[in-house]
């Protein structure tokens, strides 16, 4: 985790700065940060007659990897060289047209087919940052063009292509603007409710387990949220933590420490993780829903839901 920040954190200014000034590659190396970089990995020289911004990172994206050597592959031992320079071009994806976006990952693997190894560290390198459920960098949509493409792809034999379907079903089961998955919780009282049947403007699933660090991490970043308090006191939002397992015992223990004004319920026939109905790989999960239990944020950062519920609130459609 600490070593995806630190590759985050080191130069995207380089990057970003082509797509707002004239300059770039060649042209553009003045700083001794620059300077630097450049000696590392080379970035393309953007055309001086190409001005607009989005269209600068387009161009960017699709000529990003034209000055690297795949076949050097002993750039798979320096990731301060390769996976940096990968992690940049990451960093453009939200500027990039979706046409565009798909050519440039179409020419990344063509580049990397060059060398098997060179292929499976590219490979490995967009499932670490776009698909690990603990990767800062998680973007599932990003990923699914990536397995667009790795699936269509002639040059992979058809029983690696087995993982990349599979990921490819957990990348759309309740993906952004589907309906998410139906179940039945309990409450300790014994009640039991179907979640489509919860009557709110908004609803967030908290998927979390008892004793769990990162999950008290997340409660304590939806309860001490003002919008999100101030939503659910106002009836606008309500919020069901869900447990998935069969340790009732540590679940009737820990049930205390969850809020009063939320809904506390497990999965009493176990539907949820037998039928892999969401994909938990990681707890805690939470996810945003809209009045029809359509997916407004999948398995997203507490930051994330109160950014969003934000701006639902100021921009009401």
């Not at 960017?60 to 690297?68: M, R, S, T």
């Not at 699914?144 to 079903?169: C, M, N, T, W, Y």
């Not at 420490?257 to 319920?265: D, E």
Request: hydrophobic share 40%.
């Amino acid at each position: 985790m600490n070593r995806l920040y630190l590759y985050r954190s080191i130069c995207f200014a380089t990057v970003f700065a082509c797509l707002l000034t004239v300059s770039c590659g060649e042209n553009g190396r003045k700083s001794n940060q620059t300077q630097k970089t450049s000696r590392e990995f080379t970035l393309p020289s953007i055309p001086a007659i190409i001005t607009n911004p989005s269209e600068r990172a387009d161009y960017l994206a699709g000529h990003y990897w034209d000055h690297l050597d795949f076949s050097d592959t002993s750039l798979i031992n320096k990731p301060e060289i390769l996976e940096q320079a990968f992690v940049n071009f990451l960093e453009i994806f939200p500027y990039v047209s979706e046409g565009a976006l798909r050519l440039a990952i179409r020419k990344t693997f063509e580049g990397a087919f060059v060398d098997n190894k060179m292929f499976a560290h590219i490979t490995g390198l967009f499932e670490r940052y776009l698909f690990d459920p603990n990767a800062p960098m998680r973007n599932e949509e990003y990923y699914s063009l990536v397995l667009d493409h790795l699936i269509a792809s002639p040059q992979i034999d058809e029983l690696d292509k087995v993982r990349f379907r599979f990921q490819q079903g957990q990348v759309n089961k309740n993906r952004r603007g589907s309906v998410a998955a139906d179940f039945v919780y309990t409450l300790s009282n014994g009640r039991q409710g179907a979640m489509h049947k919860m009557v709110s403007e908004f609803t967030i699933l908290f998927f979390n387990n008892p004793g769990c660090m990162a999950c008290s991490e997340y409660q304590q970043g939806l309860e001490y949220s003002p919008v999100i308090t101030q939503l659910v006191g106002a009836g606008r939002l309500k919020i069901l933590a869900m447990y998935v397992d069969e340790d009732l015992v540590s679940w009737e223990g820990y049930r205390s420490s969850i809020p009063s004004s939320w809904l506390n319920g497990y999965d009493a026939s176990f539907v949820i993780r037998n039928d892999n109905l969401y994909d938990l790989r990681a707890i805690p999960s939470l996810y945003l829903l809209d009045r029809e239990k359509r997916v407004l944020l999948k398995d997203a950062l507490p930051h994330q839901i109160e950014e969003q519920l934000l701006y639902l609130v100021q921009n009401p459609q």
